[in-house]
């Protein structure tokens, strides 16, 4: 089975800038456990979401597919990290009270995953898909960050990006979804944050490889402009996405 590993050349970058998820989701989503003892967070990176789970949880398990990511995962007495892919995760039958995975179910071959997730998800267990979409800042850099990202590098993103363009409305999903509020990722960052987030982008990484050059320059200065300078803070927003379901 191959799968597609964007982010192990930039592990510590991804650490550095990627956005943290609110509190207020993990919170939602445990509430609707029926117990916490064992969760499991597939495809975790650098444990963005294996480190909320750990405030509701007693032993969270964390999977992901490249070392170099785990290498830079948060640590935590009750969180035990792996490497394995979400298809295939060696764990014992019906295991889980809670099986989730942040910004990765795009890259999971999903028949394989959901039988998975069927084996080893307790019955009336929660499963939680969940992520975010594109960036959002105000009107005028937004312009410009929608110019990198439709017009620039528009060919260079992984057909996977779908899901995440549409919200996860077009994920596979063979469960009833259950209802979820809405919910923001909301950050105060710097130009240079933004410019750091911006480098993790996996479109990004593919363009430098192909054609040698980066394609930040192409809007580098209009969005020095647009910013005002480094040291001003403004609020950044991300939407976020769920699926939810009981198994």
Same mark, same amino acid.
């Given at each position: 089975m191959s799968v597609k590993d964007n982010f192990s050349d930039i592990a510590g970058s991804y650490a550095a800038w990627r956005p943290e998820y609110p509190d207020e989701l993990f919170t939602f989503l445990s509430s609707l456990s029926a117990q916490h003892n064992k969760a499991l967070d597939c495809g975790t990176g650098n444990g963005q979401a294996a480190k909320q789970l750990a405030k509701f949880y007693k032993e969270v398990f964390a999977t992901d597919i490249s070392e170099a990511q785990l290498n830079q995962a948060v640590a935590a007495a009750n969180i035990f990290y792996s490497v394995g892919p979400a298809e295939k995760t060696g764990f014992p039958d019906g295991y889980f009270d809670m099986l989730c995975a942040a910004q990765a179910a795009h890259w999971f071959n999903h028949e394989l995953f959901y039988k998975e997730v069927e084996r080893i998800l307790k019955p009336g267990g929660v499963l #939680? @898909?969940?992520?975010?979409g594109l960036i959002e800042i105000n009107e005028e850099i937004d312009e410009l960050i929608q110019m990198l990202y439709k017009d620039i590098l528009g060919a260079y993103w992984d057909k996977e990006r779908k899901y995440i363009d549409?919200?996860?409305?077009? @994920? &596979?999903? &063979?469960?009833?979804?259950? #209802?979820a509020p809405s919910f923001q990722i909301k950050c105060e960052w710097k130009l240079s944050q933004l410019i750091g987030y911006l480098n993790t982008w996996s479109a990004l990484g593919h363009y430098k490889k192909m054609n040698n050059t980066h394609p930040l320059k192409e809007i580098? &200065? #209009?969005?020095?402009? #647009?910013w005002g300078g480094d040291e001003i803070i403004k609020q950044v927003r991300f939407p976020v996405i769920t699926k939810i379901a009981f198994l």
């Open positions: #939680a @898909l969940t992520g975010y549409d919200h996860y409305k077009s @994920l &596979p999903f &063979p469960y009833k979804e259950i #209802a580098f &200065p #209009a969005l020095q402009k #647009a």
